[in-house]
């Protein structure tokens, strides 16, 4: 289709040159959001975009002597030869992202491509082939979406650097559980109409002596490598453990939330897996709440609302997070069976400003109270976010307005303070 090499004739031609001992730049080219031009314009128009992005990519490549190539889907490479510097090879870049990034027209619907790329040099050491340089370009062009896509990033100490410590840490990672490193903080959750604590959700963090890690730095590695599973069940156990030992202690009858990655919505075990620790544990189910986002909703409807239906059986409640940051359509609020919907902080974060933002809420609260469905907002920081949102519908607000993450010991604290079943601010 798009009448460039493939990714067969790519591999044979950087190989050659890697033979020849020939340095060379490599860049990985990925088109951003393509999925979005299929969903929303058709498979025409996704099949323009793929042609005209391999024409202008050509143009570019092939004034200075190289070759591009589709490797497949909405990918691409191209290679240059000779010894160009690493400001050689960024200009590149930014031509390349320059020249995909013009808007054209097809079928009438103007279309505007976005790429991002990463960049990988090779000069003529013993130690360089083509399978190791398209691993750092492709290192290069993920640093290049996280930094927000539709840009480049040259492979570098920095990137190089982040790799070894995303090796680092997916190699320790099995053992974190065994070894008593994966702790638990918990953050307040607060009825926002008489300022009582709720509960709390429950949040993993890594200790690893010198550095305590965030979710953000872990998470996706857990995921990438399977232990995900693992962790969920470790954090849910831990955190039902805590509760039943508060509530045999005399504590009020507080809510505990933990999360759920799609990893543990692949397979058919889990409500058998939270059945068996609810029992171990003695935990009462309707005070547990299991929180999954509704990326993993839409990736796969029926399959999930077939185990949240399972899992909501065994008396535990459900929570769909990060509402707000996906595809966010109110009409399935009305399919699923959730007990409470959280408003993503970002969603909230403009609300004092934006009338769009509150209208949206506004539809959001209404609908969650005509279903009976609680409704939950994170990121709370001033009074003012408190004030609109309890205005306008909201039931139970969680941020650092009050309180964050916590140490065992200082949940605890709050838990048995004389007034904490009357305010938590």
Do not use: C
Request: aromatic fraction near 8%; avoid cysteine; glycine fraction near 8%.
């Amino acid at each position: 289709m798009t009448e460039i090499s493939n990714r067969s004739v790519f591999k044979q031609k950087l190989s050659e040159f890697r033979r020849e001992k020939r340095p060379i730049t490599l860049y990985l080219i990925d088109l951003d959001d393509f999925k979005a031009i299929n969903d929303v314009y058709g498979h025409s128009a996704g099949d323009a975009a793929l042609v005209t992005v391999a024409t202008r990519l050509t143009e570019i490549i092939q004034d200075r002597g190289g070759m591009v190539a589709r490797l497949g889907g909405d990918e691409f490479a191209a290679i240059i030869p000779g010894s160009g510097s690493e400001e050689d090879a960024q200009a590149v870049g930014a031509a390349m992202i320059d020249r995909i990034q013009q808007p054209f027209m097809h079928d009438g619907i103007l279309l505007t491509p976005s790429a991002s790329i990463g960049i990988a040099q090779a000069a003529n050491g013993p130690d360089d082939n083509g399978d190791t340089l398209i691993k750092l370009a492709d290192y290069a062009m993920y640093q290049a979406k996280e930094d927000g896509k539709g840009g480049f990033r040259l492979f570098d100490a920095e990137i190089g650097a982040h790799v070894a410590r995303r090796k680092e840490l997916a190699a320790a990672l099995p053992f974190a559980i065994s070894n008593g490193e994966i702790v638990l903080r918990f953050q307040p959750q607060i009825n926002l109409e008489t300022g009582a604590l709720k509960g709390f959700e429950a949040l993993a963090r890594w200790d690893r002596g010198s550095d305590l890690l965030q979710p953000n730095e872990f998470i996706e590695i857990a995921e990438e490598s399977g232990v995900i599973r693992v962790l969920d069940f470790y954090v849910f156990e831990q955190s039902a453990r805590r509760l039943t030992e508060w509530l045999d202690r005399g504590s009020p009858r507080l809510t505990m939330s933990t999360n759920l990655s799609a990893r543990n919505f692949e397979t058919d075990d889990l409500p058998d897996a939270i059945a068996r620790i609810l029992e171990k544990t003695g935990a009462p189910p309707e005070l547990m709440v299991l929180e999954f986002t509704e990326s993993i909703l839409i990736a796969n409807w029926e399959s999930v609302t077939g185990t949240v239906s399972q899992l909501r059986k065994l008396g535990v409640k459900i929570a769909l997070d990060d509402f707000g940051t996906g595809y966010s359509s109110l009409s399935y609020l009305r399919k699923i069976e959730v007990d409470e919907i959280k408003i993503d902080r970002t969603f909230i974060a403009d609300i004092e400003q934006s009338e769009e933002t509150l209208f949206v809420f506004d539809n959001v609260a209404d609908m969650a109270t005509g279903l009976g469905k609680s409704l939950v907002i994170e990121g709370i920081e001033t009074q003012r976010q408190n004030e609109i949102v309890t205005a306008h519908g909201g039931q139970i607000g969680q941020g650092y307005l009050f309180g964050a993450p916590l140490l065992p010991e200082d949940a605890e604290e709050m838990v048995f303070k004389k007034d904490a079943t009357r305010t938590a601010s």
